[in-house]
């Protein structure tokens, strides 16, 4: 089914509108306010949100009585409807698993021995640098759809597998084109900063110049990103290079986001003059950075997939950051070394199980707090009239149970800007 001409949805169980009177990126208390309005309706039209109330309410609207015919009714049979997941955190332009990371890290080998048995990024770049830009665009296009069968309508992609000029455009290009394709929203993100190439090796400070003075330009040119993404951390790029990147996306007018702090602490301070959307990662920071983080409208991203994938018993501290006044997002990370899964809900309820999240905050997370971390919190994050019509309808009475059935998908049908796709088993007239 794909139809932009107009969708209504009524007979929900529980509609997570998101609305609050809170502005800004949920904090706080307000992280945990859904807006549920239950046996609700919503009323699609051109791909954005127009109405929002009770079945009983559309039902009996004279417009809708008079426009019915035109319009594809969707029966939700009481299941839970909410704002499309925002994935704020990938990295999908790979082309092959990373098994051999996978077995030898199950087996106790540290990072040198993986890459010396031919595993770790090296594996990712060789792969993506042989690649052609149409190979990668259907990888992308496979991960997006897959994306969207878990719920998610909104994601940022970052390149980062390529590491020349080259290949890092090649990669832009291909989100590009695979956005193109996919009725969900696709925001794309430039991290040539994502590894030092072997070829650098020992001339890291020139393939920060690289990085700056010629990919940057060329990123920009070709409006081929919206951001500018760092690997701020312990064996990649220092806080002083970061600034340096943040500098170069800065003057060619790119918005800057960073990896910090997944194997080791970084001072916040000199970052967040640079306004980042987002800092990712973030388990290990230091309390002194929580008030200027709090303070600041830029979201802290956790990526609780990463933690169990790679094994550890450690996990971002998510009740530190929202006692603190920290907004909180939650994304996938999803890339084939540290977090191979696109599904939000797995990622929502790790938060719950090893985060303290609650099933509420895990929401606002991964919805309105998400689109903060990518500025789209004008169109996407919550149901409301005049935003985009992104919809995720869940086979679940009770919203808690999205987290609650972890390892499996209770998605039965999204909406991304108005294009409807999945099936619902009670599904009525479509
Ligand atoms: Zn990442």
Not at 246 to 258: G, N, P
Request: hydrophobic share 40%; with cysteine; charged share 20%.
């Amino acid at each position: 089914m794909r139809s932009r001409t107009g969708l209504l949805l009524v007979d929900i169980g529980q509609l997570l509108t998101l609305r609050s009177a809170a502005g800004g990126p949920r904090r706080g208390a307000s992280l945990s306010e859904l807006g549920i309005i239950q046996d609700a309706a919503v009323l699609c039209l051109g791909g954005k949100v127009v109405s929002v109330g009770t079945t009983k309410d559309a039902l009996r609207d004279p417009w809708l009585k008079k426009n019915r015919k035109k319009i594809v009714e969707i029966e939700c049979g009481g299941h839970v409807v909410l704002p499309g997941f925002v994935d704020s955190h990938t990295h999908p332009v790979f082309t092959q698993p990373r098994l051999v990371d996978f077995e030898k890290r199950i087996s106790g080998a540290n990072y040198e021995e993986i890459a010396e048995a031919g595993g770790g990024i090296r594996s990712s770049i060789d792969g993506v640098r042989k690649a052609s830009k149409s190979a990668l665009t259907q990888e992308i296009v496979t991960a997006l759809a897959d994306m969207a069968r878990h719920g998610t309508t909104t994601v940022e992609a970052k390149s980062g597998y390529g590491l020349n000029a080259e290949s890092e455009l090649k990669s832009l290009e291909a989100i590009r084109a695979a956005a193109r394709i996919w009725p969900g929203t696709v925001v794309s993100t430039f991290l040539g900063a994502h590894a030092v190439p072997a070829e650098y090796r020992g001339r890291q400070p020139e393939y920060v110049d690289l990085v700056c003075n010629e990919m940057i330009p060329a990123v920009a040119e070709r409006k081929l990103a919206q951001f500018v993404d760092v690997f701020c951390d312990r064996g990649a790029f220092s806080a002083t290079e970061t600034e340096q990147i943040f500098a170069a996306a800065e003057k060619h007018r790119l918005a800057v986001r960073a990896h910090v702090g997944q194997l080791s602490e970084t001072r916040l301070g000199p970052l967040l003059r640079y306004q980042p959307a987002s800092l990712d990662h973030m388990d290990h920071v230091n309390d002194a950075d929580l008030p200027a983080l709090a303070r600041s409208d830029t979201v802290a991203t956790l990526v609780p997939g990463a933690n169990y994938f790679l094994g550890s018993e450690k996990y971002p501290d998510a009740r530190r950051f929202i006692a603190a006044g920290v907004a909180v997002a939650l994304a996938t990370d999803y890339n084939p070394g540290s977090s191979p899964t696109l599904s939000m809900p797995m990622a929502m309820s790790l938060a719950c199980t090893h985060m303290k999240m609650s099933p509420a905050e895990a929401i606002a997370a991964a919805t309105i707090n998400g689109a903060w971390a990518l500025r789209l919190a004008g169109g996407k994050g919550t149901v409301e009239p005049g935003k985009d019509a992104d919809l995720a309808v869940f086979d679940v009475s009770d919203y808690r149970e999205i987290p609650y059935w972890f390892g499996s998908s209770r998605s039965a049908l999204t909406i991304m800007n108005g294009v409807a796709s999945g099936q619902l088993s009670s599904q009525g007239r479509t």
